[in-house]
C-alpha cells in the first residue's frame, strides 16, 4: 500500500515540477483527459482538457509566474483502483512580484489506469486566507 501511496504523491508532485517548468504536456501526462476541476481562481467547474485548455488560455500572459510550490502534508487513501489524496501547497513569487505567499488546500481523486498508472480524473482547489495556518 505505501508504494502506491508513493506512486501517487510522485504523480501529484510531477504536475506541480511540470507546471513550473512550463510543461504543459508533463502536466497533462498525469490527468484523465475527462477530468473536472474546481480551481481556486475560476468559479465554473472545468469539465475536460479542451475546458482546461480554455482557462489557461485565458490567464494574462504576463502574469506573475510563481518561483516555488510546495507540495506538503499529504493524506493518501487508497480504495483499489482509485484514491484519494488532500494535501496543502504553499505557492511563492519572485521578489518583487507584488504577490504574498498563497496557501491552497487540495482534493484529489486519482483513478488507477489498466496500464497501472495513476490519473488524476477531479482535482478541487481552495485558497485559505493568509490568516489561517496548517499545521503538518
Not at 511540470?18 to 501526462?29: C, I, T
Not at 501547497?89 to 504577490?99: Q, S
Request: some cysteine; hydrophobic content about 45%; overall charge negative.
Amino acid at each position: 500500500m505505501e508504494d502506491e501511496r508513493d506512486a501517487i504523491w510522485a504523480a501529484v508532485t510531477a504536475i506541480y515540477d511540470g507546471y513550473l517548468a512550463g510543461d504543459r504536456a508533463a502536466v497533462d501526462a498525469r490527468i484523465a483527459p475527462d477530468a473536472t476541476l474546481w480551481d481556486a481562481f475560476h468559479a465554473p467547474l472545468v469539465r475536460g482538457r479542451d475546458e482546461l485548455e480554455a482557462l489557461r488560455d485565458a490567464r494574462p500572459a504576463d502574469a506573475p509566474k510563481p518561483s516555488e510550490i510546495d507540495a506538503h502534508a499529504p493524506v493518501i487513501d487508497v480504495f483499489g483502483d482509485v484514491a484519494v489524496v488532500r494535501h496543502v501547497l504553499t505557492v511563492r513569487y519572485p521578489p518583487g512580484a507584488g504577490l504574498e505567499e498563497q496557501r491552497i488546500r487540495n482534493t484529489g481523486i486519482w483513478r488507477r489506469q489498466t496500464d497501472g498508472r495513476w490519473l488524476c480524473v477531479h482535482n478541487h482547489e481552495d485558497l485559505l486566507p493568509s490568516a489561517v495556518r496548517i499545521r503538518p
